[in-house]
Each structure stands twice: as structure tokens, then as C-alpha cells.
């Protein structure tokens, strides 16, 4: 039996964000199509190894914070910017290796520029994009004194920014008999909510923490825990967006655009 779609006329896709350098800025995008993978076109399509196979990114270095990095995803051309290094454009997948030389000056160690145009270098492979609702973030931004909305996302770095329904709506979608997601011409399942790590609790600037960060976030989590969550899904509540994973069907072919309408598909 197919399950039962419930169309919210609010819902839909809000924003959509990929990383194209793991650990470094995200590229907005209009539409976004589903690799073979199941993750997202041009999602930590990119990474930076150093000699020990370990990836810079956040969690390692603070520096990450003081680098920008645009990325078009129509040429390939992606521009670094970092203080004490000249800003250089350099023309993707080609210029590899002289971009992974200009990271090398940037975060002084020895680094390898690598690609995986199949499914991008994210932390969970055999899971796809992260989801989030616009309320959820402007919630969160509301417990941190000078903490914007814009300023939450990219903190969180969500891929599916979800408008029109109430903040924590994503954690609906995991635990027993959770229902799934229509975004798009995509199918999602919820798998897992999202533990987070220390990037949160930094200025995405400046890479200054916020004292108490993680006992205030603990502390209002747990006072908005939304009623229709499955708690026991939830191993801590130091967690903030939803990993889901694309229905097989869908990968390689769907795609996920700005403006599309959301449906939640209950289970029967």
C-alpha cells in the first residue's frame, strides 16, 4: 500500500546549500540534482588531506573560519581569500593541484586536493543531504545574544532549508513509524538527527566561541523538545537537523530546487 501524502500549502523548499570545499564556504544553490550517490551535486565535492590522510576542516583548525572561499558551480572557478595570502581564482577539477599549493601556504601543512564527483566527501556516506526548517534556525539564533539567522545557518551548515512549517520540524521524520519526505522529485528517509560538534559555538568569522554555548543549547533543547518527536530516537539532545537519505529510485535522476513544495508521506 503507498503511503498516505500530506501537502502542507506552506511548505517548501526554502533554501539549498552545498559545501563545495569540505570544512569551508557554502554555494548557494537554485537547484540542486541527486548524484548516483544519493548526496547532493557539488556537496564536499572537495576536500583537503594532509599527509596522514587526516581532512582540515572545523573541527581540526579555527583557521578554516578566517578563509573564504567562493565557488561558482557553473564554471568550476573557485576564489580563496585568506588573510596574509594573495586572493587566486583557480579553474576546478583542472587546477588542482595548484589550488591544494595555495591551501598549503594557507593552513601551513602538506595537503593533497582531492575530489569524489560520485558522492562528495561527507561525513556519513551511505546517508545524503541534511534538513532543516527556517524556524528551527531562527529559534536557535534566538537563545545566543547577537546570533542571526543567517548567522545559524552558517553555523549549522544544513543542505535543505525547509519554510513554512514550525521550528524542530525536521525531527518528526526519524524513529519507529516515522514518515518520509517528498522534496522535490526526490523521496527522503529520515536516519539519523544530527549530533554536533564544536564549529556551532564558533563565529563563522572570526572563529571566537561563545562561552556556555553547548550548556544553553542543552538546556532550551530540551525545554522545546516538540511533542511529535520520537525522543527515543535521540541518543542526546546536543543535536540540530536531520540526515536523511535519498530512496534509491530517486538518485541520479531527481532533483531539489528552490521553491519546491515539501509532502510528508505517513507511513499506512
Avoid at 24 to 38: K, M, Q, S, V
Avoid at 152 to 175: C, H, K, Q, S
Wanted: glycine share 8%; with cysteine; charged share 30%.
Amino acid at each position: 500500500m503507498a503511503p498516505a501524502t500530506t501537502v502542507d500549502a506552506m511548505a517548501h523548499v526554502e533554501r539549498i546549500d552545498a559545501y563545495p570545499v569540505k570544512g569551508l564556504d557554502r554555494c548557494p544553490l537554485e537547484t540542486a540534482r541527486i548524484l548516483d550517490g544519493g548526496t547532493l551535486e557539488h556537496d564536499r565535492e572537495y576536500a583537503l588531506y594532509d599527509a596522514d590522510g587526516d581532512v582540515i576542516n572545523g573541527k581540526r583548525t579555527d583557521r578554516v573560519h578566517q578563509v573564504d572561499a567562493t565557488y561558482d558551480p557553473h564554471s568550476g572557478t573557485l576564489a580563496v581569500d585568506a588573510s596574509g595570502v594573495e586572493t587566486t581564482r583557480f579553474d576546478l577539477p583542472a587546477e588542482r593541484d595548484a589550488a591544494a599549493s595555495h591551501f598549503e601556504a594557507i593552513f601551513d601543512v602538506e595537503l593533497e586536493f582531492q575530489r569524489n564527483a560520485d558522492r562528495g566527501f561527507v561525513d556519513r556516506p551511505s546517508m545524503g543531504p541534511s534538513v532543516i526548517s527556517t524556524a528551527t534556525l531562527e529559534t536557535v539564533a534566538s537563545w545566543y545574544d547577537g546570533m542571526t539567522l543567517d548567522g545559524a545557518r552558517r553555523r549549522f551548515r544544513a543542505n535543505v532549508e525547509i519554510g513554512g512549517v514550525p521550528a524542530f520540524w525536521e525531527d518528526r521524520f526519524v524513529g519507529n513509524g516515522a514518515p518520509s519526505l517528498r522534496v522535490g522529485d526526490a523521496r527522503l528517509e529520515g536516519v539519523t538527527p544530527c549530533g554536533r560538534c564544536v564549529v556551532p559555538e564558533r563565529d563563522p568569522n572570526t572563529g571566537e566561541s561563545i562561552p556556555g554555548f553547548r550548556e544553553t543549547f542543552l538546556e532550551r533543547r530540551k525545554a522545546t523538545f516538540p511533542e511529535w518527536a520520537d525522543r527515543e530516537a535521540f541518543d542526546h539532545l546536543f543535536t540540530l537537523m536531520l540526515i536523511a537519505r535519498v530512496d534509491e529510485s530517486d538518485r541520479g535522476a531527481a532533483s531539489i530546487a528552490v521553491g519546491d513544495e515539501v509532502a510528508v508521506l505517513e507511513n499506512a
